[in-house]
């Protein structure tokens, strides 16, 4: 059962749902100006609602005349929510243009005013950002979030971006194979991420993964090759034998990971050798090797690193996340 503000739409055509939605390659109509593509859906549903076309409507002015008032009322409300919504989008100035006239940008907005023009009761967006620019993406982002706080609307969001997710959402619906893997905000499907899908998919760079065998006890044991962590301070989720767990995943994500003088004193910490640097400005991403595992981390600032140079990192175990053999978090 579909329902959109309590109303049963399961078996409702698509036009009567009250949907909008704005699509990935915008779905502009090319012969027309941005003003008549803002307008369409809503002269349709008028003309639809008084009918007969350009005659029939020059007959109602001598006939209907009341009616026909009416049609010229609404006709003229259109325009002010046209104006209105492109006032908001900053497209108020292409109003009379053709889409081919406008940018990447520019053409998404023209999508966006749209279907806010429209006022529906839900909006769904299939990945309207994912034709753009990552500055153009960002700013847009900007504007959604802020559409989406004034209009008070349910905005259903389709992206491949984690990005766009973790900004954008309050509630986020991971989904593998056509299934919901994990639906939360985005702080728990950060910090407690169901399976090792969701928290590979989280997260950028990605959760680092080290795969070993878990040992209970007072204080769990992780081991892995020439590896021992100490589990201490980690909540498991569920209750463990005496036996040892094969095939467990220990995840931790690359920016809890301390480097230098602060792993001194962490939980566990370890020489390596640094593989790649990434200066990013005003962090650094550095992938290093831990004997045979390649181990990401972020540095907060700019560090003079280069291959092959050996550093010290650490972290806490008990901000991590493990997984037994079947993905599932423990």
């Given at each position: 059962m579909v ?15 009250d949907i ?34 350009v005659?029939g ?5 001598i006939f ?10 609404q ?20 109003l ?34 994912s034709?753009?620019d ?6 847009l ?11 008070k ?37 950060y ?44 909540e ?5 034998g ?14 809890h990971?301390?480097f ?15 593989e ?35 550093v010290?990192?650490g972290?806490?175990p008990?901000?991590g996340?493990m ?8």
């Amino acid at each position: 059962m579909v329902r959109i503000g309590g109303r049963d739409v399961t078996h409702v055509a698509p036009k009567d749902r009250d949907i909008a939605m704005v699509f990935q390659n915008y779905a502009l109509y090319p012969h027309m100006s941005v003003y008549k593509n803002l307008s369409f859906g809503l002269t349709l549903r008028l003309n639809r609602l008084f009918g007969g076309g350009v005659l029939g409507r020059g007959l109602r002015k001598i006939f209907q005349p009341r009616r026909a008032s009416e049609f010229v009322r609404q006709r003229a409300e259109i325009g002010n929510k046209v104006r209105r919504t492109a006032l908001r989008l900053g497209i108020e100035h292409l109003l009379d243009r053709k889409p081919h006239q406008l940018s990447g940008g520019e053409r998404q907005r023209v999508a966006l005013g749209r279907a806010i023009v429209r006022n529906p009761a839900a909006f769904l967006f299939d990945e309207p950002l994912s034709n753009l620019d990552a500055k153009l993406r960002q700013q847009l982002r900007v504007e959604l979030k802020r559409l989406h706080r004034d209009l008070k609307a349910t905005m259903i969001y389709v992206t491949h971006d984690q990005i766009e997710a973790m900004t954008l959402a309050d509630r986020i619906a991971i989904m593998r194979g056509g299934l919901i893997q994990q639906l939360d905000t985005p702080f728990n499907i950060y910090n407690n991420p169901v399976n090792k899908y969701v928290a590979g998919f989280i997260g950028s760079p990605a959760m680092n993964f080290i795969e070993g065998t878990l040992t209970p006890g007072d204080v769990p044991m992780f081991t892995s090759g020439d590896l021992n962590i100490s589990m201490k301070g980690y909540e498991l989720t569920q209750t463990l034998g005496s036996a040892p767990l094969e095939g467990v995943t220990l995840g931790i994500r690359p920016e809890h990971v301390l480097f230098g003088d602060a792993a001194a004193g962490a939980p566990f910490s370890r020489e390596v050798v640094v593989e790649v640097v990434e200066p990013m400005g005003a962090d650094t991403l550095v992938w290093a090797m831990i004997g045979e595992l390649s181990f990401r981390f972020r540095v907060e600032g700019q560090l003079q690193l280069r291959s092959g140079d050996k550093v010290t990192i650490g972290f806490d175990p008990s901000r991590g996340s493990m997984f037994d053999a079947e993905e599932r978090r423990i």
